[in-house]
């Protein structure tokens, strides 16, 4: 026995455990996901690299230098004079390229005169390629623009005595001092020196380093083609906000298929919905919800005058009391005199007399006013084309009625006065005239219902597009058929 009721008891408490378990469909607990989006989209300020510049062009920073001096030589042997006595004019000419701020490279010649150990005057030329070092081109770093340039520098070249022949080697160095003028033209002061072999002078051994040549000049550099140089833009924030943007664009991904979803669910839904009304027959009282006619297509709102035509009605004939005109019953108004000799209640009497006492118009006498209000449709300047093709629905509920209750339709084209001529103005309000009447005849409608009318340009509407319009009015058509003509 008690073994069966703890096993009761444990059966129970399955139960009430299984009962308070609830089924999830899905995990509740979701990533919120927080972009600031417009922070994203800001222009980013940038960030430079630390003592890292590029040049403005990669074919840029080319340079040409011209200068001119005076030369000392000092040679083995020495000869008897000081270094005064031993100064020649000279001249210098460069090609170079600077490749960094700091480092560039040239092709130099020099050369005129030079007194050699016997103090004679004899003819020399010097070609040779430079490395330059530019002591303060780390100063680009900091500013875009330095002044100042102070470049020691260091070669390799050829002598050539013109009066004896030699061809030594020899050894350049020196340093070049710079102050920029402008952005292409800089000044230069070189003091440099050569060294070469003994014998560059004709006396000394050809074995031996011992002939120098002490230069000191000045001049100019003109920079060819793009000069100058700019820091380095830092990446790496770019970088991150790419990377944000990516993980953005994959959030925008994940909403629009979830958006898409719940389109898709809510386009079933209302599928679902519209066959249920169908069913009950009440799909025409509730189409303006799906925002679609019954064919699928978008619907456009047409023109449609029967509660203001009943307003109109009822105001003109107050003293109706609200039966039908089409009961047997002979009816008296206030007056005395019966309803049905008014003429609303004379048409209703007519072959077409059902018709019009079931719709708000029969309550309308005309008496030489349009039925409703006019429908008016706009043209494009100096054309007989609508400006929106959409306005051809109106056509057809104007056929539809005009033909339901065997209605006169007077079409009265008109132009805008302040543009053309009266003759065309009078001619183009004619031919749109014509148009909506052509239109109104392939919908049914019989010539002889239709009256056109052209009455050229007019001012009488604000703007002046409004002008450029035709008229369409409805009348009840009188016993005689009626000719259409201007």
């Not at 590029?54 to 840029?60: A, F, K, Y």
């Not at 077409?352 to 006013?369: K, N, R, V």
Request: aromatic fraction near 10%; proline fraction near 3%; hydrophobic fraction near 40%.
């Amino acid at each position: 026995m008690t073994k069966q009721i703890i096993f009761i008891i444990a059966l129970l408490c399955t139960w009430q455990i299984r009962a308070n378990a609830q089924s999830v469909q899905k995990d509740t607990v979701q990533r919120a996901s927080r972009y600031e989006v417009a922070e994203l989209l800001q222009p980013m300020q940038p960030v430079y690299l630390d003592g890292v510049v590029l040049p403005m062009s990669r074919t840029g920073n080319w340079f040409v230098s011209v200068a001119g001096g005076a030369t000392a030589f000092l040679g083995t042997p020495l000869g008897c004079e000081d270094l005064f006595g031993r100064v020649k004019p000279s001249y210098s000419l460069a090609v170079g390229k600077w490749f960094t701020p700091s480092v560039g490279a040239r092709i130099h010649y020099s050369g005129l005169q030079f007194k050699d150990g016997t103090l004679s005057t004899q003819d020399y030329h010097h070609i040779h390629a430079d490395l330059l070092w530019n002591i303060l081109g780390h100063r680009y770093a900091r500013q875009e623009q330095v002044r100042w340039g102070f470049a020691p520098f260091a070669g390799v070249g050829l002598l050539h005595n013109a009066t004896n022949g030699h061809n030594p080697f020899a050894v350049s160095y020196g340093v070049q001092g710079q102050y920029r003028i402008s952005g292409r033209v800089s000044a230069t002061l070189e003091l440099s020196g050569t060294t070469t072999f003994q014998d560059f002078d004709g006396y000394g051994r050809s074995n031996r380093l011992g002939d120098h040549m002490l230069s000191l000049t000045a001049g100019f550099a003109f920079n060819i083609g793009k000069a100058g140089w700019k820091r380095a833009v830092d990446a790496t924030p770019y970088i991150l906000r790419n990377e944000r943007l990516v993980d953005y664009v994959g959030f925008l991904s994940e909403e629009n298929r979830r958006y898409a979803g719940r389109h898709d669910r809510d386009r079933r839904t209302l599928a679902e919905l519209k066959k249920i009304l169908e069913i009950e027959g009440l799909l025409d009282t509730y189409s303006h919800l799906f925002g679609e006619d019954g064919d699928g297509r978008k619907a456009y709102p047409v023109n449609n005058y029967s509660g203001l035509n009943s307003l109109r009605a009822r105001l003109k004939h107050r003293y109706w009391d609200g039966t039908s005109p089409l009961d047997t019953t002979a009816f008296q108004v206030g007056n005395g005199n019966r309803i049905d000799n008014y003429p609303p209640f004379r048409a209703a009497q007519s072959g077409h007399g059902e018709l019009l006492a079931a719709d708000s118009t029969a309550l309308m006498y005309a008496g030489g006013e349009c039925i409703g209000a006019p429908v008016y449709f706009f043209f494009s300047l100096g054309t007989s084309r609508l400006t929106d093709a959409s306005q051809m629905l109106n056509l057809d509920e104007l056929a539809r009625v005009a033909k339901k209750y065997n209605l006169s339709v007077k079409v009265t084209g008109a132009a805008d006065s302040s543009t053309g001529t009266p003759a065309i103005n009078d001619s183009l309000s004619r031919a749109r005239a014509e148009f909506i009447a052509a239109e109104l005849e392939r919908r049914g409608v019989s010539a002889g219902m239709l009256i056109r009318a052209g009455i050229g340009g007019i001012a009488d509407h604000t703007p002046v597009e409004a002008n450029r319009h035709t008229k369409v009015e409805l009348f009840f058509s009188e016993s005689e058929s009626i000719t259409g003509v201007y």
